[in-house]
């Protein structure tokens, strides 16, 4: 499985961005894909995650403001951020976990920078 994270980059606060995570590989037993990110001296937190049957799930931090979705047609997840905020500011990375015969992997894409100025 590869994952490719995309559309990151630099916005005002209020603004907003789409980011894309497009997965490639073997895309069956798909537990859940999620958004990360990590801000500088900051440990790597979710952001949102969609479940293999579609259940979502958001931090407080982003609730009502951001927007995750998937595109199984074209093997996409997408992240909607609107109002973003300068505490937004963060690498943002896409994973997969996915279930195998030994067991559940997480795959993750490279990271994408987004950077809210105020």
């Known amino acids: 499985v590869q994952l490719q994270a995309s559309g990151g980059g630099l916005v005002q606060a209020g603004g907003s961005l789409r980011l894309s995570c497009a997965a490639s590989g073997n895309m069956f037993s798909i537990n859940y894909m999620g958004w990360y990110r990590q801000a500088p001296g900051k440990q790597r937190e979710l952001v949102a995650l969609?479940?293999?049957?579609?259940?979502?799930n958001y931090a407080d931090s982003v609730k009502g403001r951001f927007t995750i979705s998937r595109d199984n047609a074209k093997n996409t997840m997408y992240l909607q951020m609107n109002s973003l905020k300068s505490e937004d500011t963060a690498v943002y990375y896409c994973k997969m976990n996915r279930g195998t015969s030994f067991g559940a992997f997480d795959y993750w894409g490279q990271g994408t920078q987004v950077t809210v100025s105020s």
């Open positions: 969609i479940t293999g049957g579609g259940t979502t």
